[in-house]
């Protein structure tokens, strides 16, 4: 079913788009059918699952990070890691650079955006984001690289609403990207509200569910 699920999927999804398999909660076996139906990328948004993922997988597989990151956990993802979404401070980014270092690598990030109306989600404003990508400080930090922008849209089923909070992201998302050419990225979308986020310029949307069925939030 997974497989099905998967072709499915990109069957629906234009090229320019990535599909992020939300593999979080699922076991081995499950993350297994979905490297077998082709899918080499997975997010998780526990890092200690993730990393015991990485251990049991092929190493083909491209790990996102997709939680709200606690700073003193990327240690153990720092090696390898292919891109964290959700990042919402700068001091994250230079912890997340420190530990880059550390094992030669660049890790791309991307900064996460708070559009939705609801006050429980994180995120910068877009005046917040701009600071950070014009700082001085960042310049210093060799170790990551920001790709792009993460936002997610209020929980409703509001059609409206979640255009105007993906089009406001897309719309800053453009003007970033004609003053930085490393931005490339904007993800947005989930099981529920892909196709208006992929309408509105989303290039990467997280799926769970639809792909691995329904959580058992009790594992």
Known sequence: MIKENIQDFKSKIPENVTLVA?????PIEDLQEAYD??????????????????????????WHMIGHLQSNKVKYMAHFVDLIHGVDKLKTLKVINKEAKKHDRVIKVLLQAKIAKEDSKFGLSFNEIDAILTSEEIATLQNIKVVGFMGMATFTEDKEQLKEEFSSLKNFFDTQKSKNSDLEILSMGMSGDYQLAIENGSTMIRVGSSIFGSRNYYE
Do not use: F, H
């Not at 939300?22 to 699922?26: A, P």
């Open 22 to 26: 939300v593999s979080k909660t699922k």
């Open 37 to 62: 139906a082709g899918q080499r990328i997975l997010g998780e948004n526990k890092i200690q699952e993730m990393v015991d993922k990485y251990d049991a997988l092929p190493k083909d597989i491209k």
